[in-house]
């Protein structure tokens, strides 16, 4: 069984930074997507970014693609994602997701493990 936990998340001044950490356990990976979403209250979970495990290939949303990069220590299972030039429409809940075997990587539904989830808050 995958487990997936988030760290990282906080409140921040509008063009502030924060780096969250996804840190997987429980098997090694391979061939998967790792993927952040995120969800703020009355709205649909949203892709954000999202990684090959392999190749290293990135994928953002168009909202963040400039702003936001992802990354990953395959040494500590570990996938990152730096968020620079918040902006008050960031805030929501960020999730991150493994998709395994690959199909996506920016629906969620395609995603087969998913983390709790840490609040990522920024004020104007």
């Known amino acids: 069984q995958v487990q997936l936990v988030e760290s990282g998340g906080g409140s921040v001044q509008a063009g502030g930074s924060l780096r969250l950490s996804c840190a997987a356990s429980?098997?090694?990976?391979?061939?998967?997507?790792m993927g952040w979403f995120r969800q703020a209250p009355g709205t649909e979970r949203e892709f954000v970014a999202a990684?090959?495990?392999?190749?290293?290939?990135?994928y953002y949303a168009g909202s963040v693609k400039g702003r936001f990069t992802i990354s990953r220590d395959n040494a500590k299972n570990t996938v990152y994602l730096q968020m620079n030039s918040l902006k008050p429409e960031d805030t929501a809940v960020y999730f991150c997701?493994?998709?395994?075997?690959?199909?996506?990587?920016?629906?969620?539904?395609?995603?087969?493990?998913w983390g709790q989830g840490t609040q990522v808050t920024v004020s104007s």
């Open positions: 429980g098997r090694t990976f391979s061939n998967v997507y």
């Open positions: 997701a493994v998709d395994m075997p690959p199909i996506g990587p920016v629906v969620a539904g395609d995603y087969d493990y």
């Open positions: 990684i090959s495990w392999s190749g290293g290939t990135t």
